[in-house]
């Protein structure tokens, strides 16, 4: 189920993902109410989340704890990690101790239990509009400093290698490695795997070009 409006300029793009329709509408109607927030985007499961967060790429995803397919936890895991700058309420129909740590542990501050009342997520909507501040001013004046600082695009690549990533981000990263024209043979075979992977065989076609122009240089 997907529902897709054109968001003013002024205002924060949500998306909705619970696998009950009764607190889809609930939350949507809810939402409504409200000036600086937009609705863009409702999932019933979490895998659906991640992939309308590719698609509308929402500033704040409303996630149910306990969904098919993909739990909103896990979902989150996967948006965050290709969409750092991202906020997130999760919502449930009890508190958990153990659920309200583990969402704690990978960024998530706001925690609702089902059914909350339009004031309580207005207020938690808020806080994380003020997180997201906080956050996306962080990773401009990081990634400002660092972009292109060969030893930080390095170790980046390193954990992003480590972690078996083609998302993206990562893609990126290896990419803006492989500008440089003394750039380690190993990043540049890492990206063309990316690439595979990613079925970009254009990028593959020039990166294989110049991995051959590299090797048989070295053969001389």
Not at 13 to 20: E, G, M, T
Not at 61 to 90: R, S, W
Request: overall charge negative; aromatic content about 6%.
């Amino acid at each position: 189920m997907t529902q897709t409006n054109n968001p003013q300029k002024d205002k924060l793009r949500v998306l909705i993902a619970d696998d009950f329709q009764e607190t889809r509408r609930n939350t949507r109607l809810m939402i409504s109410t409200l000036d600086n927030v937009e609705v863009v985007a409702i999932a019933s499961n979490g895998v659906q989340a991640v992939e309308m967060t590719q698609e509308h790429r929402p500033d704040i995803v409303i996630l149910d704890v306990n969904m098919p397919e993909m739990d909103g936890l896990t979902a989150f895991k996967h948006i965050v990690q290709e969409y750092p700058g991202t906020g997130c309420i999760i919502i449930s129909a009890e508190k958990s101790p153990a659920t309200v740590s583990a969402a704690m542990s990978i960024g998530i501050h706001e925690y609702l239990v089902k059914p909350f009342l339009v004031e309580e997520l207005e207020a938690s909507i808020n806080r994380v509009i003020e997180n997201l501040r906080e956050t996306r001013q962080k990773i401009a004046k990081f990634n400002k400093a660092n972009t292109n600082n060969l030893v930080y695009l390095e170790q980046l690549a390193h954990e992003y290698l480590k972690e078996g990533r083609t998302d993206n981000q990562a893609t990126q990263i290896f990419e803006r490695l492989a500008e440089y024209p003394q750039c380690d043979t190993r990043w540049l075979e890492t990206l063309a795997m990316m690439y595979a992977i990613r079925r970009e065989w254009s990028k593959l076609k020039a990166l294989a070009e110049r991995l051959e122009h590299r090797t048989s240089g070295h053969n001389k």
